[in-house]
Nanobody
Framework: QLMESGGGLVPPGGSLTLLCKTT????????IGWFRQAAGKEREGVSA?????????YSDSVKGRFTIFRGTDEFTFVYLQMNSLQPEDTAVYYC????????????????????WGYGTQVIVSS
């Protein structure tokens, strides 16, 4: 299971830290990814982190503003630190786990993730 938390309402320029808690997953998960879906839009990849070597991935729209990192207990907790938030960051944020296969070149494609949380809402508004 995956469970997201940490969403909320924040003014433009503000910060939030999202948490993805994983339980009961195989120790062989390849990666954890963060995706978001704004109203009326498709789900898009935001960031991901590889289990094997800690390689991180970011979409161009968040690079330099968001940081993904994991807790000390390997993949039990994966965080997404979001700074300089803008109204266009408003969306429901989901974390996904890639268990059965992994292609680093396709980290931002939701089809490559096997399990998902229910999401946490982020609203950036003044």
């Amino acid at each position: 299971q995956l469970m997201e938390s940490g969403g909320g309402l924040v003014p433009p320029g503000g910060s939030l830290t999202l948490l993805c808690k994983t339980t009961g997953l195989s120790e062989k998960e390849y990666a954890i990814g963060w995706f978001r879906q704004a109203a009326g839009k498709e789900r898009e990849g935001v960031s991901a982190i590889s289990r094997f070597d800690g390689t991180t991935y970011y979409s161009d729209s968040v690079k330099g503003r968001f940081t993904i990192f994991r807790g000390t207990d390997e993949f039990t907790f994966v965080y997404l630190q979001m700074n300089s938030l803008q109204p266009e960051d408003t969306a429901v944020y989901y974390c996904g786990a890639s268990i059965f296969r992994w292609d680093a070149d396709r980290w931002n494609e939701s089809e490559w993730y096997d399990f998902w949380g229910y999401g946490t809402q982020v609203i950036v508004s003044s």
